[in-house]
């Protein structure tokens, strides 16, 4: 089995429910968005929402689909900054726990935090305060082995440190390695938009989109946009929400349905199909077995509240799978 590592902003996700879209606009979050926002704002959201529920977890888009890789035996690693903090430390726990191999580097900043909010209809708006993460940088790969991989995965909203980005996926492609990147919000899209498509096209091998992203990437609906982002990578996957999703690979072009499921929260959806979908590619595995697994495993993180699902539903899963 081929070795995965992932790269992102390591976060500690806070998820709360809400009883309605209310909230949302009084706090001036777009519904279904990732703003960035200060320490203030941060620290403001938080205690609006005081009194309600939280659960807490590591997150960040690529944390998430490495520690989803993990929980199903695919070895993995991942690089990332926390901060010498409590949330730094229950970061690093989480993802040793689900057996992944932190390469951390450690800041003075306060570790990241992703706070999601989630409405009735299980959409999710986050106002995500980087903290230490931003301070994730180029120089910090100089010296790191990525012989010891064989993909690199990385999340869009890196992007933003063009830097950063170039030196990794550069530095993945000289050793050899596959480069998978998931584009993460239609907004980050947007505003890097042509640094995105020169990547794209010099280094990453496998593109995944959901449909805003797709289109924000390409300027078209989910199956031209397939087709554009699959003349750019070797894979291009558009994620069609309850519809399913499309993948395509030279002139192959497979549509993936959906499982039967009662969603709670989509948070961590299309970061777990990435899980599914690129262990079935370190099994060497068809685009449309590939697919099925991300469907699986993308259905059932939405019938839990947040990305991480326990250890029972990830016995179900692999019993799935197994079939």
């Excluded at 909230?23 to 938080?46: C, I, R, T, Y």
């Excluded at 040793?96 to 306060?110: F, K, N, R, T, W």
């Excluded at 924000?216 to 291009?236: H, Q, Y």
């Amino acid at each position: 089995m081929k070795k995965i590592l992932g790269m992102g902003n390591a976060l500690v996700d806070i998820m709360i429910r809400l009883e309605d879209d209310q909230f949302l606009n009084h706090l001036e979050l777009p519904k279904g968005s990732m703003q960035l926002v200060d320490a203030l704002k941060s620290q403001a959201v938080l205690e609006k929402f005081e009194k309600h529920p939280k659960s807490f977890s590591a997150g960040g888009s690529a944390a998430n689909t490495i520690h989803g890789l993990a929980m199903l035996g695919v070895p993995t690693g991942y690089i990332g900054v926390i901060g010498e903090d409590e949330l730094g430390g229950s970061f690093v726990k989480d993802m040793i726990d689900a057996g992944v191999e932190p390469h951390m580097i450690h800041s003075l900043q306060e570790t990241g935090r992703a706070i999601a909010l989630v409405t009735p209809d299980s959409e999710r708006t986050f106002a995500t305060f980087l903290g230490a993460a931003i301070e994730l940088a180029a120089d910090h790969l100089t010296t790191f082995n990525f012989k010891q991989y064989d993909y690199l995965h990385i999340e869009g909203y890196l992007v933003q440190n063009h830097d950063l980005v170039r030196s990794a996926v550069s530095l993945a492609k000289e050793n050899g390695l596959t480069v998978s990147l998931d584009l993460a919000s239609y907004n980050v899209v947007e505003a890097n938009l042509d640094f995105l498509r020169e990547i794209v096209k010099k280094y990453v091998d496998i593109v995944f989109a959901n449909e805003e992203e797709a289109k924000s990437f390409t300027g078209k609906e989910p199956r031209e946009a397939l087709d554009e982002i699959a003349g750019m990578a070797r894979i291009a996957v558009v994620k069609t929400g309850s519809k399913g999703s499309l993948i395509k690979s030279g002139n192959e072009v497979v549509e993936i349905g959906v499982i039967t499921v009662t969603p709670v929260d989509t948070t961590g959806a299309g970061d777990l199909y990435a899980s599914g979908f690129l262990y079935g590619q370190s099994l060497d595995l068809s685009l449309e077995k590939c697919g099925e697994m991300g469907a699986l495993l993308a259905g059932h993180v939405i019938e839990v509240i947040g990305s991480k699902m326990g250890a029972e539903k990830w016995m179900e899963i692999t019993r799935k799978m197994a079939k």
